[in-house]
């Protein structure tokens, strides 16, 4: 049987899911997302990757991280959050780092109607 080498073994088992977002986020750099959307998918990333602390890796418990972190957002920002997390997870099973998306079941939430009123100016 073959030695393996301990700090493969260890590099495999600990993943910094800080340096893999950001390899994310150069990878989505190099398709074109526009430095608002990269900022934005960034900073969403950041928040929920500072909240969790386990094992990315550790795919159950990424699910109950993912649903407490969007758990009181509003519409508008709990789907630009399920978008960036959906897609930063779709990559990580793309590098082999989890076998499915922990983001898979949830739904976008319905964007309430935004309501214009025109003013009239007098001449």
Known sequence: MANKDPKLLTAQRDI????????????RQTQGGT??????IQSGLRNFLAEYKGNIK???KLKQAVHLFLADK??????????ALRQFFEYCIGEDILKENPCDGLKHKREGARIVQHMRIRL
């Open 16 to 27: 910094n899911p800080f340096s893999l977002m950001e390899e994310f986020i150069i990878m």
């Open 58 to 60: 550790g795919v159950k």
């Open 74 to 83: 509003k519409n508008g920002y709990y789907n630009k959050l399920l978008q």
């Open 35 to 40: 430095k608002f959307t990269l900022s934005s």
